[in-house]
């Protein structure tokens, strides 16, 4: 597994302070992060791919510093937004995934039969020339994990992408990450979707208030609402 490194992170927006120390090390298959709207969570999730810097402290991805090597950094870490308009930039479904490849040596054929097997895997076969603003926004959603997937990041980071997933698509999307090879890091509000999950980071108002398996951690989030 991957090393993801917190290494007494703060980060102000202005006079704003959203994160107020975080030192964690992260090395497991799946990890949550849960917390209430505002605490942080997105902020900490934007960091692992180098999309925000910290202000003060470090963040260290396979050993490798977000705030300077970030084109190693976006090569390693994939990352998957609650908007998928914000990440789906051609016409049509089997086009936006294969523009994901546009930097890789596959030959032609090799490129087209890896869109294929990802287009299976995420139920979109039938949609390959489907227009992508045509979609639902459902299936945005899986277009936009796949067009990511396909790249084979050394880790996944996905703020909250299931949002507009249906129950199947959802246990489908759960599926996925669990059958993946590589690390994932999740922020969610969707509970259910970390039940099985090696470890969840509870987030409070810029810290780090609770770290541990989902049953305590999640309780801990609950108890935070009363
Ligand atoms: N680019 C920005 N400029 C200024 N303030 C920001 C920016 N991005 C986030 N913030 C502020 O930082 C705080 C934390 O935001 P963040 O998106 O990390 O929270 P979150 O825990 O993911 O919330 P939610 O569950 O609502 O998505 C919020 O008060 C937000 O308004």
Redesign the pocket.
Known sequence: MSEIRFDGVHHD??E?R?LRGIDVTLTEHRVGIV??????????ARMINGLQTPTRGRVLVEGLDTAKKAAAIRRRVGFVFTDPDNQIVMPTVAEDIAFSLRRSKLGKDERRRKVDDVLDAFGLHDHADHPCHLLSGGQKQLLALAAVLVTEPDILVA??PTTLLDLRNARRFADTLAALRQQVVV?T?QLDLLADFDRVLV?DDGRVVADDTPGPALRHYRGLAE
Do not use: A, Q, W
């Not at 917390?35 to 900490?44: E, V």
């Open positions: 927006f202005g704003r959203v917390g209430c709207n505002g605490s942080g969570k997105s902020t900490l703020d909250e922020v509000h987030i």
